[in-house]
C-alpha cells in the first residue's frame, strides 16, 4: 500500500482516471452495442469493476471514470463510490483524459491513466510503477511489455534515447523498418505528473490518421521540453491484453481464473 496517500498540501498524492467511455462494437459482432464496452462481463462482474479493484488494490483510492457512451449504466451501477468526468464527443485517449480536468485539477499531485478494458494488471506491477515514479522522480513513467513477435501484437513501440529514457512511441504503422523490430511496446498505462498534464494537454493535435486526439503524444511532448520519461515492463505479457473482442472477453476470463487459483 502507498505510505503517503495524502499530499502535503493536503489531496490526494494520487488519483487514478480510468477511460471508460467506449461503446464496445466489436464486442457485439460489429453492431451497434445495448452497454458500454466496459458494462461486457468477466467472471460475472463488468469488466471496469476489475479495472477499479486492480487500481484500488495497489493502494488508490481516488478513482475518477471517464464515461460517455450510455454512462448512466456505469454511474448506477457504482453509484458515489467512485467520482465522473464525461467525454460528450469521443474525440480520442488524450481528449478523454483531459476530460477530467474539472473533476481532478488542483485535487492530486500525480495523475495514473489506463484503459477500462485493460483490467489485468497485477496490483504488484502498478506498485512497482509508483516505486519508480517516486525514486526517478520523472514527468512521466509508464509501464510497457517486451514482445518476442512486437509485429504480430501491433503495439505501439517505445522509443528511447541513448540514456534509457521514453522520447517516443510510434504506432505500428507509422514504423519504419528499424522501429518495427523493437520489441518493448507501449501498454496505455501511464503516472503524470498533475499539474503537468493539465497545462500541457491542450498541446494535443489531430494531425495523424484518425483525426483524433492521442494520448501517446504526450510522452513526445514531454521528451521535446526535455522532461524525464521512464518506463518499466509488465511482469508477464498478460497483463498487457486488452478486451476487444468476446475472444479476448474470454481470454481474461481464464486469466484471471488462474490468477485466483
Known amino acids: 500500500m502507498l505510505s503517503e496517500a495524502k499530499s502535503a498540501s493536503g489531496g490526494e498524492k494520487y488519483a487514478a482516471v480510468i477511460l471508460a467511455a467506449g461503446k464496445g462494437t466489436r464486442m457485439n459482432e460489429g453492431s ?9 462481463e468477466i467472471n460475472s462482474k463488468p469488466i471496469i469493476d476489475w479495472s477499479v479493484k486492480l487500481i484500488r488494490d495497489a493502494g488508490i483510492e481516488k478513482v475518477v471514470l471517464v464515461v460517455g457512451y450510455k454512462k448512466e449504466l456505469v454511474e448506477d451501477y457504482f453509484k458515489d463510490t467512485v467520482e465522473y468526468a464525461v467525454q460528450e464527443q469521443q474525440l480520442g485517449t488524450g481528449h478523454a483524459t483531459a476530460s477530467a480536468r474539472l473533476v481532478l485539477e488542483g485535487k492530486a499531485e500525480n495523475v495514473i491513466v489506463f484503459y477500462g478494458d485493460n483490467p489485468l494488471y497485477k496490483p504488484e ?20 511489455v517486451v514482445f518476442d513477435d512486437p509485429k504480430f501484437w501491433a503495439f505501439g513501440r517505445i522509443i528511447k534515447d541513448g540514456n534509457g529514457h521514453v522520447v517516443d512511441i510510434v504506432e505500428q504503422k507509422d514504423c519504419n523498418p528499424e522501429q518495427l523490430e523493437i520489441q518493448e511496446s507501449n501498454t496505455g498505462f501511464y503516472i503524470f505528473d498533475a499539474d503537468w498534464f493539465w497545462s500541457n494537454c491542450e498541446k494535443l493535435k489531430t494531425n495523424n490518421a484518425q483525426g483524433e486526439y492521442y494520448l501517446t503524444d504526450m510522452i513526445k511532448i514531454a521528451a521535446e521540453q526535455g522532461k524525464k520519461v521512464v518506463c518499466i ?18 481470454q481474461a476470463e481464464k486469466i484471471l481464473q488462474e490468477r485466483q487459483n
Open 32 to 40: 451497434a452495442s445495448p452497454i458500454p464496452k466496459v458494462m461486457f
Open 125 to 144: 506491477t502498478v506498485q512497482k510503477l509508483i516505486k519508480l515514479y517516486e525514486t526517478e522522480k520523472p514527468t512521466i513513467a509508464m509501464l510497457s
Open 233 to 250: 515492463p509488465v511482469s508477464e505479457v498478460s497483463e498487457a491484453q486488452g478486451i476487444n473482442t468476446p475472444e479476448q472477453q474470454r
